[in-house]
């Protein structure tokens, strides 16, 4: 981690101060230097931008966790930037968590906002807007999705093909015609597959339909996505994804198959079973990116 080491006296001369270290004085010298050997620190604006993170990750519902196996750094809560203001959803922690992979800066974000909070694409999009501006340009997005092929399994991995987009609307303003023929880089989706061969983790891919809700699709459609071509469904991503690649940004897409969607199975749908799952298979994911970076 010696970026760190690099940028470790500006932040000290920083108004922020490492977490809890703030909030109590240290009984003892060997207190002081166990409080120092396990910080966690807040980042500042001005800290993430010198740390200079070329690679970054969007962490869908449930799917927090998969930043603890990189390791935490340093945390900057969304509501610390300005323009993005907090995530809403259960499931989504609203924060920047700054990691080091091979000696190089990581940026992760835990949690995103949705169209389904009253907010437009143009909005729900300014995390990536934000990265790009960091100087990221390689982006890996994640998300919880409903499986509709029926070869797949929950609690799976789904690489992302395609999308398709029916939230009715696009984050791009204006006379923006970007080619989107390939949105999921396929040089990507090769190193994500010998990944999951390596660790022996099987990884479906296919056709991921992106729709507004909050509500759940009702089981006609589900048919009609399916017949449309979809082989999950989810209510994000897909405005992120059109973004990054409109700034020449390098993207990557994984679902989590957290459930069967609508009509394929006979439980009710419920998004405290959507965390539970994406919770539990966050292992395979955290490795499954390791590797592919």
């Known amino acids: 981690m010696r970026w760190i080491e690099t940028i470790w006296a500006s932040l000290l001369a920083t108004r922020f101060q490492p977490i809890n270290a703030s909030r109590r004085k240290a009984r003892s010298r060997v207190?002081?230097?166990?409080?120092?050997?396990?910080?966690?620190?807040?980042?500042?604006l001005s800290f993430i931008q010198q740390a200079k993170p070329q690679t970054?990750?969007?962490l869908g519902s449930g799917l927090g966790n998969v930043a603890d196996a990189f390791g935490i750094d340093a945390e900057l809560p969304y509501a610390?930037?300005?323009?993005?203001g907090n995530a809403t959803v259960a499931g989504h922690a609203g924060r920047f968590v700054l990691a080091t992979y091979e000696?190089?800066?990581?940026?992760?974000a835990q949690g995103r906002r949705h169209l389904y909070e009253g907010l437009s694409a143009h909005d729900v999009t300014k995390n990536v807007r934000f990265m790009h501006s960091l100087g990221v340009r390689r982006l890996i997005v994640t998300n919880a999705a409903g499986a509709i092929c029926s070869t797949f399994s929950v609690?799976?991995?789904?690489?992302?093909?395609?999308?398709?987009?029916?939230?009715g609307e696009s984050p791009l303003i204006g006379a923006q015609f970007h080619d989107m023929s390939e949105a999921y880089s396929k040089a990507w989706q090769d190193r994500f597959h010998l990944a999951a061969s390596a660790l022996q983790v099987p990884l479906h891919e296919g056709v991921y339909a992106a729709v507004r809700g909050p509500q759940y699709e009702t089981p006609a459609e589900i048919r009609m996505l399916r017949a449309m071509g979809a082989d999950a469904v989810g209510m994000s991503t897909v405005p992120e994804v059109i973004q990054a690649r409109a700034l020449g940004m390098?993207?990557?897409g994984i679902s989590m198959l957290t459930n069967?969607?609508?009509g394929l199975d006979a439980a009710p749908l419920n998004h405290a079973e959507v965390i539970r799952t994406g919770a539990q298979a966050s292992f395979d994911l955290a490795a499954l990116i390791k590797l592919a970076l």
């Open 155 to 167: 609690g799976g991995l789904m690489l992302i093909t395609d999308h398709l987009n029916l939230l």
């Open 103 to 108: 000696d190089k800066p990581l940026l992760i």
């Open 31 to 44: 207190e002081t230097l166990h409080a120092v050997a396990s910080i966690i620190l807040i980042m500042s």
């Open 80 to 84: 610390d930037v300005p323009g993005l």
């Open 250 to 252: 390098e993207v990557a």
């Open 56 to 58: 970054s990750i969007i």
């Open 260 to 262: 069967w969607a609508a």
